[in-house]
């Protein structure tokens, strides 16, 4: 089991950015793949992206290409994701995931064993 805390939401204009940042303890991030989702209120947690392990790939979902960057520092123990270029309808709750190794397709939530409590990102037009 890994712990996983998320920080770093908050209140930002349109057009602004934001990282958000996971704490990992109990086990080594390093050996997971990790996955951000988000969910809006009265809407479904969607994915949002994900960096797998090994290799260190990244997936992200289309509304969120080229905006957002996902990265791991696995001396911290920590998993980041880069938010620019926000827009109204990034507001959500957004949580952090992980999921085995050996896990290959990163969008289905059902795929992650450990979540955080989320944080939220509010963007203001």
């Known amino acids: 089991q890994v712990q996983l805390v998320e920080s770093g939401g908050g209140l930002v204009q349109v057009g602004g950015s934001l990282r958000l940042s996971c704490a990992a303890s109990?086990?080594?991030?390093?050996?997971?793949?990790m996955g951000w989702f988000r969910q809006a209120p009265g809407k479904e947690r969607e994915f949002v992206a994900a960096?797998?392990?090994?290799?260190?790939?990244?997936f992200y979902a289309d509304s969120v290409k080229g905006r957002f960057t996902i990265s791991r520092d696995n001396a911290k123990n920590t998993v980041y994701l880069q938010m620019n270029s926000l827009k109204p309808e990034d507001t959500a709750v957004y949580y952090c995931?992980?999921?085995?190794?050996?896990?290959?397709?990163?969008?289905?939530?059902?795929?992650?064993?450990?979540w955080g409590q989320g944080t939220q990102v509010t963007v203001s037009s």
């Open positions: 960096v797998s392990w090994p290799g260190g790939n990244t």
């Open positions: 995931a992980a999921a085995p190794s050996y896990v290959r397709t990163f969008v289905a939530a059902k795929k992650y064993d450990n």
């Open positions: 109990g086990r080594a991030v390093s050996t997971y793949a």
